[in-house]
């Protein structure tokens, strides 16, 4: 257990459609990561936030957004929905934000998009 | 470009013996870090081990070991005495700056079967 906590667990959807996918940090960790993984592009980065604030950003469709909450917590949000965004969507974690810290993953939300 | 390279898409090995994973990288930063991360069939991403680019020895954590070529830009993984458990994709992934802001990228992985 990595310590890092993602809900829910899976999410079956429609095209069109809106959600949002939760993600708890490792107690003490400030920065948050957010990523993709699917069957033809393999694990990309979304996005990272630190502290509450947006840090990085990766292959992030703008139909796609994120936050962190002053509580550390982070949202991913998506919408208008395309079947091709079915996907296993990480969330991570690390104490900062410097490029050599070891990031924690979640166990990941597997979203389906029918 | 800077990137992550694993070419072997699937290995086997015997339990028991020992495995090494392949992963090499393009860079031009003298500063990265080369992660290890094991994805088994529930889904999760489990941390093994961290190498740092001015790390003069090798990293070690329990039956894994990092066999850290500079020179070569490699940065393979090695299981030792495999265990059944160990049956599951490994991806390498290299933190570096890309448009300003730093990120982890992934190699394709690498699927590793332990044979009983």
């Known amino acids: 257990d990595s310590g890092v906590t993602q809900t829910p667990k899976h999410l079956i959807t429609a095209t069109g459609q809106r959600v949002t996918l939760r993600c708890s940090p490792r107690?003490?960790?400030?920065?948050v990561y957010w990523y993709q993984q699917s069957l033809d592009q393999g694990l990309q980065f979304l996005i990272q936030y630190y502290n509450g604030e947006e840090r990085a950003k990766g292959n992030i469709l703008e139909r796609f957004s994120a936050q962190q909450f002053p509580d550390l917590h982070s949202e991913l949000n998506l919408s208008s929905l395309e079947l091709g965004d079915s996907a296993l969507y990480f969330c991570?974690?690390?104490?900062?934000?410097?490029?050599?810290?070891?990031?924690?993953f979640g166990p990941g939300t597997r979203l389906l998009v029918l | 470009a800077q990137k992550i390279t694993q070419t072997q898409p699937g290995m086997f090995v015997q339990e028991k013996e020992a495995v090494t994973l392949d992963c090499t990288y393009d860079?031009?930063?003298?500063?990265?870090?080369l992660f290890w991360y094991k994805q088994p069939s529930s889904g999760e991403m489990i941390f093994l081990i961290y190498q740092g680019s001015y790390d003069q020895q090798n990293a070690t954590e329990g039956r894994y070991s990092l066999n850290f070529q500079k020179a070569r830009k490699s940065a393979n993984l090695v299981i030792s005495a495999s265990q059944l458990g160990d049956s599951a994709m490994y991806f390498c992934?290299?933190?570096?700056?890309?448009?300003?802001?730093?990120?982890?990228?992934f190699g394709k992985g690498t699927k590793l079967t332990v044979n009983p």
């Open positions: 991570a974690s690390s104490v900062g934000a410097i490029r050599t810290e070891t990031q924690y």
């Open positions: 992934a290299m933190s570096l700056t890309q448009g300003g802001s730093e990120k982890l990228v």
């Open positions: 860079t031009s930063d003298p500063s990265y870090g």
């Open positions: 107690s003490g960790d400030l920065s």
